[in-house]
């Protein structure tokens, strides 16, 4: 259960990260590339 909710957030912060300014984009997104593999293990 607790798995799902984490997809979850990993996901509205995906969305989140989107709507930030280009230059904004590039720390956030090294964030949840580092927590996917995490998520998939």
Do not use: E, G, N, Y
Request: net charge positive; proline share 7%; hydrophobic share 75%.
């Amino acid at each position: 259960m607790t798995l799902l909710w984490v997809c979850i957030i990993r996901v509205f912060s995906s969305v989140a990260r989107a709507m930030l300014p280009m230059r904004l984009q590039f720390i956030p997104a090294v964030i949840l590339l580092i927590a996917a593999p995490i998520l998939i293990v």
